[in-house]
């Protein structure tokens, strides 16, 4: 059983940083295509971030390419989402999830339906 755990998550100004860090534990990471979800209480859960099993290749939303950048470290099965030039529209709770049966980046973002495990996510609050 796979289990996803985020952390690093908070309150920042627009234009600040943060690191959203996801501790996998269970199975073989990099087993595993990866990625970043978020939520704003109300609306649907949306793609934000992809990143291949083996690291070297990643794909993103529009709203946020150019300002976040998703990384994995297999060795330590850590995965990572570095969000830059925040902005209050990125305020939301922000999930980690792990595809086993999903191959390409284009495909988590198409389907997170296939998604099989959740994180418990982790808030970030951007203040304008």
């Known amino acids: 059983q796979v289990h996803l755990v985020e952390s690093g998550g908070g309150l920042v100004q627009a234009g600040g940083s943060l690191r959203l860090s996801c501790t996998f534990t269970?199975?073989?990471?990099?087993?595993?295509?990866m990625g970043w979800f978020r939520q704003v209480i109300g609306k649907d859960r949306e793609f934000v971030a992809a990143i291949a099993r083996s690291g070297g290749t990643t794909y993103y939303a529009d709203p946020v390419k150019g300002r976040f950048t998703v990384s994995r470290d297999n060795a330590n099965n850590m995965l990572y989402l570095q969000m830059s030039s925040l902005q209050p529209e990125d305020t939301a709770i922000y999930y980690c999830?792990?595809?086993?049966?999903?191959?390409?980046?284009?495909?988590?973002?198409?389907?997170?339906?296939?998604?099989?495990?959740w994180g418990q996510g982790s808030q970030v609050t951007v203040s304008s």
């Open positions: 269970g199975r073989t990471f990099d087993l595993y295509t």
């Open positions: 999830a792990a595809a086993p049966r999903i191959t390409t980046v284009q495909g988590l973002c198409e389907n997170g339906g296939a998604v099989d495990y």
